[in-house]
């Protein structure tokens, strides 16, 4: 027989289960003071009156709003000290449902963050996350990871709890904002201090030796550091942005494929960039005829920004657009001549990097690594800084050659500077690719309309790096939307692909994995017996739509 859930089964923060306890309890005192006073007046005052007359009464009395009927009805001295004792009770709950209730809802009155925080268990805690919180958090919640966010300014975890999100104020350094924070109880600490990071890692060593410890900088020189103080990895989200902004640049050029996702022997997944000058510019995607011409799928596509799985196949192909191919390595190399810009070689040798931090150092060195020129641009000289100056001015920009580069690879701290940067450029050069990178996930549209070819913003690279720590699943690219997962055909077993309802949840099967090998020929006919394995491709909402709708755990992740 099914029973009903108590209390504490239910997921209430300790501020909500105060609120139930009240509500019962109150009920609780009004029936105990009705019952009483229905007692009180036909033992003491010989008068039998109705229970729901007595319950007016206490009504009435608690609520200071009269009861004139009833007091001709006392005489005796414990009725009237009785109702004194339920007008006091009145007064005082009137005040505690102010204090408890109306005042948090209603004012700016201070407010305990720790007593909305619902009961944790095997969650994350998020320590000092210096990069857009909420898109990370947003993250955690479509993977369906539980957290607490430790955030250093007051004002920021009351404005992210107020948004809905489990956040306390504490300081990284201190036991008792991790104690708060329940690690007793927790899977994984994700350290984003900046300088206090070494410090924060030795506070949660000293209180759980065995805990993992994530830890993030944008400094890859502290890697090595950060390691010997007790993280268990440690990533580098400016290094991986940079590094990615490169391989796009070069990969316009490059008659080789390298960028790709390995699914299996003859399955590979790839993000192919539309540059200036293809051939693909200005066509329906139904009219290219990709999959004749070169073998490859095509499974998505990011058309202005927005993704779309699968893409519109009248969408129509534009020189910035990104499209998400599917096939072995022939089909997909066939499909990346087609979307580069059609000349037989490179026209000049030349990158120009902008911005001479930690992500314009990890792309100027694939650059170079590529046998490339960077040409590096930054405000403050230094050993490889090859033009010091402001790069968001037009000036500059000559003096780096700008007309003799092949693209422009930005990575300035300041979005407003990334913005101008990538106007200019564009100005001056209606052909030439622009890479970005942004502080803001909210600037990547201005970018993209800008004049920029391909985006990465800072808190999508570093949320998309953490999920997969996390997750342990492959990524295509860390700033991407898309997750690309393994998964088991169990609960498809006996139906076929097309049967199967996948494509209801805006998930798409990019390869089928058997006893034998992963088959790159995708055959939405074919009838599976339930002991293949899936790969499946969706972004993080409709994957969450997929495990959810037929039961997947996160068990059963591979890639």
Not at 1 to 26: F, K, N
Not at 230 to 253: I, M, Q, T, W
Not at 525 to 531: F, P, S, W
Request: aromatic share 4%; with cysteine.
């Amino acid at each position: 027989m099914p029973t009903l859930p108590t209390l504490t089964d239910l997921d209430l923060s300790r501020r909500d289960r105060l609120i139930v306890y009240y509500v019962v309890g109150l009920a609780t005192l009004v029936l105990v003071y009705a019952a009483a006073y229905n007692t009180v007046l036909a033992r003491l005052e010989g008068v039998d009156q109705s229970i729901f007359a007595s319950f007016e009464f206490v009504v009435q009395t608690m609520t200071t709003t009269g009861y004139g009927q009833d007091s001709g009805l006392w005489s005796h001295p414990l009725t009237f000290l009785f109702v004194s004792f339920v007008q006091l009770s009145g007064i005082g709950i009137g005040f505690f449902t102010l204090r408890l209730i109306i005042i948090p809802l209603f004012t700016d009155a201070e407010v305990n963050l720790d007593d909305r925080l619902s009961r944790k268990r095997d969650h994350v805690i998020i320590c000092g996350y210096r990069r857009d919180s909420a898109v990370l958090l947003d993250e955690l919640t479509d993977l369906d990871i539980d957290y607490v966010l430790v955030s250093e300014s007051e004002e920021d975890a009351k404005d992210l709890s107020g948004a809905g999100y489990a956040a306390i104020h504490g300081a990284p350094e201190d036991r008792d904002t991790f104690e708060r924070a329940s690690i007793d109880s927790a899977r994984t600490v994700i350290m984003d201090a900046g300088d206090a990071n070494v410090n924060a890692i030795l506070t949660v060593r000293a209180l759980d030796p065995d805990i993992e410890i994530i830890a993030l900088t944008d400094d890859s020189d502290m890697r090595d550091v950060l390691l010997d103080a007790g993280a268990d990895s440690v990533l580098s989200p400016h290094g991986v942005l940079g590094r990615r902004l490169a391989e796009k640049a070069v990969s316009s050029f490059s008659t080789e494929l390298t960028d790709t996702v390995d699914l299996g022997p003859d399955v590979e997944v790839a993000e192919l960039l539309v540059g200036h000058g293809s051939r693909l510019a200005g066509t329906r995607l139904r009219d290219s005829n990709l999959r004749e011409r070169t073998g490859a799928n095509v499974i998505g596509a990011w058309i202005d920004g927005d993704l779309q799985l699968p893409p519109d196949p009248d969408a129509v192909i534009q020189p910035n657009t990104v499209l998400l191919v599917s096939g072995d390595h022939d089909a997909l190399e066939a499909l990346s001549e087609f979307t580069r810009p059609i000349r037989s070689r490179r026209a000049h040798d030349r990158i120009i990097v902008a911005g001479g931090g930690e992500v314009g150092q990890a792309a100027a060195s694939v650059v170079e690594s590529s046998g490339f020129d960077a040409v590096t641009i930054d405000t403050e000289a230094g050993e490889e800084i090859d033009i010091v100056g402001d790069a968001a001015s037009r000036a500059t920009l000559h003096e780096a050659d700008i007309e003799q580069a092949d693209a422009v690879i930005v990575g300035l701290p300041d979005d407003s500077d990334a913005l101008l940067t990538t106007v200019l450029a564009r100005s001056i050069d209606p052909d030439i690719d622009v890479l970005v990178r942004v502080t803001d996930t909210d600037a990547t549209g201005k970018a993209l309309s800008a004049g920029a070819d391909y985006v990465l913003s800072v808190p999508r690279v570093s949320a998309r790096m953490v999920a997969r720590e996390l997750r342990g699943e492959d990524v295509l690219a860390p700033a991407s939307q898309v997750r690309i997962v393994r998964v088991p055909a169990e609960p498809f077993a006996g139906s076929t692909l097309a049967e199967s309802a996948i494509h209801d949840t805006d998930c798409r099967v990019v390869a089928i994995e058997d006893a034998d090998s992963p088959s790159g020929r995708v055959d939405p006919n074919r009838e599976l017996d339930g002991d293949e394995r899936l790969t499946i491709v969706g972004t993080d909402e409709a994957v969450q739509r997929f495990r959810e709708r037929f039961g997947i755990s996160d068990a059963d992740r591979l890639v």
